[in-house]
């Protein structure tokens, strides 16, 4: 799998949340997606950001956001929320392809392949953080070939 290992600051969202169970996510968030456009929300928060919340781990369910960075001179729009996702060190996994599908494929491999397997890390705590690319700068948007995302997984040494 093509990640990389990298120490990132705490950072600060804007963003739009919603609790989901873990058995129905994978066709629930997508529609939380859609929407969240559908709504107007685009205008106050893109969504570069998706994030998972599960703090005490091994819940049923989790807090998901639709999140852009966070600016503190902005005013927060009616309904949304700010979250400070902590300073981790994150495997950062690539994912290239049409969303959702090369997205959820790697997401899976990652906890069913990737974790299991590893030797000298652990999962850290209870986030998981997709950065999506801007769609605009893709013919086809988030269905191109080429589309890219990623996946920060927090981890540390064993």
Same mark, same amino acid.
């Not at 058995?23 to 994030?51: A, D, R, S």
């Not at 994150?90 to 290239?96: G, T």
């Given at each position: 799998? $093509? ?8 950072? %600060? *969202? ?5 609790? @989901? ?10 529609? @939380? ?15 570069? @950001?998706?994030? =998972? &919340? /599960? ?9 998901? !956001? &639709? #999140?852009?960075?966070? =600016?503190?001179?902005?005013? &927060?729009?009616?309904? @949304? +929320? %700010?979250?400070? +996702?902590? #300073?981790? %060190?994150?495997? *950062? ?7 959702? *599908?090369?997205?959820? =494929? ?8 990737? !974790?299991?397997?590893?030797? /000298?890390?652990?999962? #850290?705590?209870?986030?998981? *953080?997709?950065?999506?690319? #801007?769609? $605009? ?8 070939? =080429?589309?890219?995302?990623? +996946?920060? &997984? ?5």
């Amino acid at each position: 799998m $093509d990640y990389k290992i990298v120490e990132k600051d705490s950072f %600060t *969202v804007l963003a739009m949340s919603k609790k @989901f169970s873990y058995e129905t996510c994978k066709q629930e968030i997508p529609l @939380f997606w859609q929407e969240h456009f559908q709504k107007g929300n685009g205008k106050y928060v893109c969504g570069m @950001f998706g994030v =998972n &919340i /599960d703090e005490k781990m091994g819940r049923d369910s989790f807090e998901y !956001l &639709i #999140a852009d960075p966070y =600016n503190p001179a902005a005013e &927060i729009p009616e309904g @949304f +929320i %700010t979250r400070t +996702i902590p #300073a981790f %060190t994150w495997a *950062v996994f690539s994912c290239d392809g049409p969303m959702p *599908v090369a997205f959820q =494929n790697v997401h899976t491999r990652i906890f069913s392949e990737w !974790l299991p397997a590893l030797r /000298d890390y652990e999962f #850290a705590a209870g986030y998981c *953080v997709e950065m999506y690319d #801007a769609p $605009d700068k893709y013919p086809k948007g988030v269905q191109d070939e =080429n589309y890219h995302s990623e +996946i920060w &997984i927090p981890i540390r040494k064993k």
